[in-house]
Protein backbone atom coordinates (compact mmCIF):
# COMPACT_ATOMS: atom_id res chain seq x y z
CA UNK A 1 0.00 0.00 0.00
CA UNK A 2 1.68 3.21 -0.72
CA UNK A 3 0.84 5.96 1.73
CA UNK A 4 1.13 9.75 2.38
CA UNK A 5 1.60 10.87 5.50
CA UNK A 6 1.31 14.77 6.71
CA UNK A 7 0.95 16.13 10.10
CA UNK A 8 -3.26 16.77 10.17
CA UNK A 9 -2.11 20.04 12.40
CA UNK A 10 -3.78 22.11 13.17
CA UNK A 11 -1.22 24.52 12.45
CA UNK A 12 -1.41 28.17 13.47
CA UNK A 13 0.40 30.83 12.02
CA UNK A 14 0.20 34.26 12.78
CA UNK A 15 -0.83 37.07 9.66
CA UNK A 16 2.77 37.75 7.72
CA UNK A 17 4.75 34.29 9.21
CA UNK A 18 5.91 31.86 6.88
CA UNK A 19 3.54 28.50 6.92
CA UNK A 20 5.46 25.11 6.64
CA UNK A 21 3.66 21.76 5.27
CA UNK A 22 5.69 18.68 5.08
CA UNK A 23 4.64 15.52 3.60
CA UNK A 24 6.35 11.95 3.04
CA UNK A 25 5.90 9.39 0.95
CA UNK A 26 6.63 5.88 0.64
CA UNK A 27 6.93 5.33 -3.09
CA UNK A 28 10.30 5.36 -4.19
CA UNK A 29 9.12 4.98 -7.84
CA UNK A 30 6.43 8.28 -7.72
CA UNK A 31 7.95 11.04 -9.90
CA UNK A 32 5.15 13.54 -9.72
CA UNK A 33 3.90 15.82 -6.59
CA UNK A 34 1.30 18.07 -6.07
CA UNK A 35 -0.36 20.26 -3.08
CA UNK A 36 -3.63 20.95 -3.47
CA UNK A 37 -5.58 23.32 -1.06
CA UNK A 38 -9.23 22.65 0.19
CA UNK A 39 -11.82 24.50 1.55
CA UNK A 40 -14.28 23.12 3.87
CA UNK A 41 -17.05 21.95 1.48
CA UNK A 42 -14.74 22.31 -1.81
CA UNK A 43 -12.81 20.43 -3.90
CA UNK A 44 -8.97 20.06 -4.19
CA UNK A 45 -7.62 23.49 -5.85
CA UNK A 46 -4.36 22.78 -7.22
CA UNK A 47 -1.50 25.21 -5.36
CA UNK A 48 1.53 23.84 -7.05
CA UNK A 49 3.43 21.09 -8.86
CA UNK A 50 7.22 19.67 -8.69
CA UNK A 51 9.04 17.07 -10.66
CA UNK A 52 12.03 17.72 -9.88
CA UNK A 53 14.40 17.61 -6.50
CA UNK A 54 15.03 21.15 -4.72
CA UNK A 55 12.68 24.26 -5.12
CA UNK A 56 10.38 25.39 -7.06
CA UNK A 57 8.51 28.71 -6.23
CA UNK A 58 5.46 30.51 -7.43
CA UNK A 59 4.72 33.50 -6.09
CA UNK A 60 4.09 33.43 -1.84
CA UNK A 61 4.43 29.65 -2.35
CA UNK A 62 7.66 27.39 -2.50
CA UNK A 63 7.63 23.66 -3.09
CA UNK A 64 10.27 21.55 -2.13
CA UNK A 65 11.39 18.13 -3.17
CA UNK A 66 14.07 15.47 -2.05
CA UNK A 67 13.21 12.01 -3.21
CA UNK A 68 16.05 10.60 -1.60
CA UNK A 69 14.34 11.18 1.52
CA UNK A 70 11.02 10.92 0.32
CA UNK A 71 9.89 14.21 1.57
CA UNK A 72 7.95 16.99 0.17
CA UNK A 73 7.17 20.28 1.66
CA UNK A 74 5.22 23.89 0.82
CA UNK A 75 6.05 26.84 2.38
CA UNK A 76 3.25 29.88 2.16
CA UNK A 77 5.16 32.89 2.99
CA UNK A 78 3.40 36.33 4.27
CA UNK A 79 0.76 34.50 5.02
CA UNK A 80 -3.05 36.04 4.70
CA UNK A 81 -6.14 34.79 6.91
CA UNK A 82 -7.48 33.90 2.82
CA UNK A 83 -4.71 30.87 2.96
CA UNK A 84 -6.30 29.16 5.82
CA UNK A 85 -7.52 25.80 4.84
CA UNK A 86 -6.63 22.60 4.45
CA UNK A 87 -3.79 22.14 2.37
CA UNK A 88 -3.46 18.22 1.04
CA UNK A 89 0.25 16.51 -0.42
CA UNK A 90 -0.75 14.15 -3.65
CA UNK A 91 1.64 11.83 -5.00
CA UNK A 92 1.22 10.21 -8.61
CA UNK A 93 1.39 6.60 -8.28
CA UNK A 94 2.19 4.51 -10.83
CA UNK A 95 0.77 0.78 -11.20
CA UNK A 96 1.80 -0.90 -14.55
CA UNK A 97 1.53 2.02 -15.94
CA UNK A 98 -1.65 3.40 -14.86
CA UNK A 99 -1.50 6.93 -12.61
CA UNK A 100 -3.64 7.52 -10.02
CA UNK A 101 -3.42 10.40 -7.31
CA UNK A 102 -2.28 9.13 -3.52
CA UNK A 103 -3.48 11.63 -0.85
CA UNK A 104 -2.70 12.38 2.68
CA UNK A 105 -4.99 13.42 4.94
CA UNK A 106 -4.29 16.68 4.88
CA UNK A 107 -3.05 19.69 6.88
CA UNK A 108 -5.46 22.09 8.48
CA UNK A 109 -3.75 25.57 8.20
CA UNK A 110 -4.87 28.46 10.32
CA UNK A 111 -3.56 32.04 9.90
CA UNK A 112 -4.40 34.11 13.23
CA UNK A 113 -5.12 37.74 11.84
CA UNK B 1 -10.22 28.86 -18.30
CA UNK B 2 -11.32 25.70 -18.97
CA UNK B 3 -12.98 23.53 -16.28
CA UNK B 4 -14.25 20.59 -15.01
CA UNK B 5 -18.10 20.65 -14.32
CA UNK B 6 -20.20 18.02 -12.26
CA UNK B 7 -24.07 17.09 -12.02
CA UNK B 8 -25.91 17.56 -9.55
CA UNK B 9 -23.94 19.06 -6.91
CA UNK B 10 -26.00 17.54 -4.40
CA UNK B 11 -28.03 14.22 -4.19
CA UNK B 12 -30.07 12.47 -1.39
CA UNK B 13 -31.33 8.90 -2.14
CA UNK B 14 -32.39 6.35 -0.43
CA UNK B 15 -30.55 2.87 0.08
CA UNK B 16 -31.16 0.77 -2.55
CA UNK B 17 -31.46 2.90 -5.02
CA UNK B 18 -29.37 4.17 -7.96
CA UNK B 19 -27.57 7.22 -8.61
CA UNK B 20 -25.83 8.40 -11.31
CA UNK B 21 -23.61 11.48 -10.85
CA UNK B 22 -22.12 13.17 -13.92
CA UNK B 23 -19.08 15.01 -15.31
CA UNK B 24 -17.76 16.84 -18.05
CA UNK B 25 -13.94 16.87 -18.17
CA UNK B 26 -12.07 19.29 -19.47
CA UNK B 27 -12.36 19.44 -23.43
CA UNK B 28 -8.95 18.22 -24.59
CA UNK B 29 -8.39 15.64 -21.57
CA UNK B 30 -7.50 12.69 -22.28
CA UNK B 31 -7.28 10.80 -18.14
CA UNK B 32 -10.45 10.95 -16.35
CA UNK B 33 -11.06 9.88 -12.83
CA UNK B 34 -13.31 9.57 -10.02
CA UNK B 35 -12.33 10.24 -6.42
CA UNK B 36 -14.19 10.20 -2.98
CA UNK B 37 -14.13 11.72 0.08
CA UNK B 38 -16.00 10.59 3.25
CA UNK B 39 -16.96 13.85 5.38
CA UNK B 40 -13.90 14.16 7.52
CA UNK B 41 -11.34 11.57 5.85
CA UNK B 42 -8.94 11.92 3.12
CA UNK B 43 -9.18 11.36 -0.62
CA UNK B 44 -9.83 8.26 -1.87
CA UNK B 45 -8.95 7.58 -5.60
CA UNK B 46 -12.21 5.10 -6.87
CA UNK B 47 -11.62 4.59 -10.78
CA UNK B 48 -9.39 5.77 -13.59
CA UNK B 49 -10.54 5.56 -17.38
CA UNK B 50 -8.20 6.22 -20.56
CA UNK B 51 -9.36 4.89 -24.00
CA UNK B 52 -12.79 4.35 -23.63
CA UNK B 53 -11.99 2.00 -20.93
CA UNK B 54 -11.25 1.28 -16.77
CA UNK B 55 -7.31 1.36 -16.42
CA UNK B 56 -7.61 0.79 -12.88
CA UNK B 57 -9.92 0.42 -10.13
CA UNK B 58 -9.69 0.44 -6.05
CA UNK B 59 -10.84 -1.88 -4.31
CA UNK B 60 -14.06 -0.03 -3.10
CA UNK B 61 -15.08 -0.20 -6.90
CA UNK B 62 -17.03 -3.26 -6.39
CA UNK B 63 -20.02 -4.35 -8.42
CA UNK B 64 -22.23 -1.75 -7.38
CA UNK B 65 -19.82 0.72 -9.43
CA UNK B 66 -19.31 1.10 -12.89
CA UNK B 67 -18.25 4.34 -15.01
CA UNK B 68 -19.25 5.45 -18.37
CA UNK B 69 -18.03 7.63 -21.24
CA UNK B 70 -21.44 7.81 -23.37
CA UNK B 71 -20.75 10.38 -25.72
CA UNK B 72 -17.11 12.61 -26.46
CA UNK B 73 -18.18 15.19 -23.43
CA UNK B 74 -19.77 13.15 -20.46
CA UNK B 75 -18.33 10.82 -17.75
CA UNK B 76 -20.39 8.91 -15.34
CA UNK B 77 -20.15 7.40 -12.33
CA UNK B 78 -23.07 4.82 -11.36
CA UNK B 79 -24.24 3.29 -7.90
CA UNK B 80 -26.52 0.76 -8.71
CA UNK B 81 -28.00 0.13 -5.16
CA UNK B 82 -26.35 2.82 -2.66
CA UNK B 83 -25.51 2.02 1.17
CA UNK B 84 -25.34 4.39 3.56
CA UNK B 85 -21.56 4.28 3.40
CA UNK B 86 -21.62 5.37 0.18
CA UNK B 87 -22.49 8.69 1.33
CA UNK B 88 -19.59 11.10 0.45
CA UNK B 89 -18.31 13.53 -1.71
CA UNK B 90 -17.75 12.44 -4.99
CA UNK B 91 -15.12 14.48 -6.91
CA UNK B 92 -14.18 13.86 -10.69
CA UNK B 93 -11.04 14.58 -11.97
CA UNK B 94 -9.51 14.79 -15.73
CA UNK B 95 -5.90 15.36 -17.04
CA UNK B 96 -4.24 16.27 -20.31
CA UNK B 97 -1.42 13.27 -20.28
CA UNK B 98 0.57 11.15 -18.34
CA UNK B 99 2.35 12.94 -14.92
CA UNK B 100 0.25 16.17 -16.13
CA UNK B 101 -1.74 17.87 -13.23
CA UNK B 102 -5.13 16.22 -12.46
CA UNK B 103 -7.93 19.00 -11.88
CA UNK B 104 -10.96 18.69 -9.79
CA UNK B 105 -14.38 19.38 -10.61
CA UNK B 106 -16.49 21.00 -7.71
CA UNK B 107 -18.14 17.99 -6.35
CA UNK B 108 -21.24 15.81 -6.02
CA UNK B 109 -22.51 15.55 -2.19
CA UNK B 110 -24.02 12.15 -2.09
CA UNK B 111 -26.44 11.29 0.96
CA UNK B 112 -27.88 8.06 1.46
CA UNK B 113 -30.65 7.40 3.94
Known amino acids: QKEVEQNSGPLSVPEGAIASLNCTYSDRGSQSFFWYRQYSGKSPELIMSIYSNGDKEDGRFTAQLNKASQYVSLLIRDSQPSDSATYLCAVNVVNFGNEKLTFGTGTRLTIIP | EPEVTQTPSHQVTQMGQEVILRCVPI?????FYWYRQILGQKVEFLVS????????KSEIFDDQFSVERPDGSNFTLKIRSTKLEDSAMYFC???????????FGPGTRLLVL
Open chain 2, 27 to 31: SNHLY
Open chain 2, 49 to 56: FYNNEISE
Open chain 2, 93 to 103: ASKLGRQETQY
